[in-house]
């Protein structure tokens, strides 16, 4: 089994009226209900876009937290599901679910394991078309 996280941002999110955001939650649920029922869901959620926001950049050892978020911030993720499905298939499946339930677009991608994080070495023989 390999874990996708199905996530989206909010510049995708279409407009609806009350009655349509209600209808789309009861549907997201019913989908992750089905998840759970199919063994394959881990977690899901979403951000509040009210809450404070801070931004942590190491510099010299130290780090630097400042306010945010940032006006030149392009994209603002928004929600996710993380799933444990045999494939990029099955992936991809769940995530037409969710992109049917919202009404709005999702990415899907597969989250790396320890032993799959590339270094240094790695990334500079794959550029080189050669094996680390």
């Known amino acids: 089994m390999a874990e996708y996280l199905i996530f989206f941002n909010d510049e995708w999110v279409t407009e609806t009226s009350d009655e349509g955001w209600q ?5 997201v649920r019913g989908v992750i209900e089905e998840m759970k029922g199919a063994g394959i869901f881990i977690f899901s959620g979403g951000l509040d876009n009210d809450a404070p926001v801070f931004h942590v950049v190491p510099k010299d050892g130290e780090v630097v937290v400042t306010d945010g978020p940032y006006v030149e911030t392009k994209e603002t993720f928004g929600g996710f599901a993380a799933i444990d499905v045999p494939d ?3 992936a991809r499946s ?12 999702q ?3 597969i989250f790396r394991t320890p032993g799959q994080i590339p270094t240094p070495d790695a990334d500079r ?5 050669k094996e680390a």
């Open 23 to 27: 209808q789309r939650a009861r549907d």
């Open 88 to 90: 990029q298939a099955a």
């Open 94 to 105: 769940w995530a037409e679910r969710i992109a049917l339930a919202c009404d709005w677009p």
């Open 107 to 109: 990415e899907v991608r």
């Open 125 to 129: 023989a794959a550029a080189a078309g």
